[in-house]
């Protein structure tokens, strides 16, 4: 689906909010929760690593990585580079952001993968790293039969679509969790550390929803042959 609209204005109100949530995240763990560390006698700090790498990572740079195509006026195949190299940031640090609080939760004896938000983040990763590879394969190196490659497109847009919105819903569950662990610990369910979080929770959907946006629209005329199928 290709609706006719220039998303190109739209990329920078993406960009603004995908640095305003990561302004907000950081703000949160760094003066809220004490800080960042992976190795510090207090485990909280290491725990902190996770919201942080995972928000920056899978969502904001893997958010500009899916509009990349719309947001960068260069030649389509150095577009191609940037949002694959962009996915591969995105790939690692979500990787190192949930290795963290693997070792957190070991480091803890709490067990691991008892939540809805851990399930869909692990099959959110796995998926994501799946799309990765057959994306590279495909439409990089070695590079599928022209045929196959027209074939797979949509279903390579669709699937990305899907697998963003379920890393999305990931770290708008894992927001939500973290704060019913916090109010049970006695955080005020009307104080500022909760309005930070939960309006983080509203800045990453509103980014995400012009992703999205962004990701299926295109200029009207062909005013660009960027659009063109590969
Ligand atoms: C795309 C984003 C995210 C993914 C893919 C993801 C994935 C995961 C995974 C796989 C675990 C399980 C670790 C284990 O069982 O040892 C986990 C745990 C956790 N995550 Fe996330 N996460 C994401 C974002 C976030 C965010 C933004 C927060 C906000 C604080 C968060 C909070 C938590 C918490 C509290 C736990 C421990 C409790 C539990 O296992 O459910 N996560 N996450």
Known sequence: MDVGVNPFPITFAVHFLGITAIAMVLVWTIHYLGGLAWNSPDKSLLFNVH????????????????????????????????????HAIALVLGIVGIYAVFLFHNEKHIANLYSFHSWIGIAAIVLYGVQWIYGFVMFMYPGGDPALRRV????????????????????????????TFLEESGLAKFGSEAYLVNFTSVVTVLFAALVVFCAITKPPAPAFDDYAPI
């Open 152 to 179: 797979s497109l949509p279903w390579h847009i669709l699937f990305g679509l899907l697998v963003y919105m379920m890393v999305v819903a990931a770290a708008i569950l894992g927001f939500l969790e973290k704060m």
């Open 51 to 86: 919201p942080v790498l995972m928000l920056i990572g899978l969502v904001v740079i893997g958010g500009e990585a899916i509009i990349s195509y719309k947001s960068f006026p260069l030649e389509k195949e150095v577009k191609k580079v940037i949002h694959l190299v962009l």
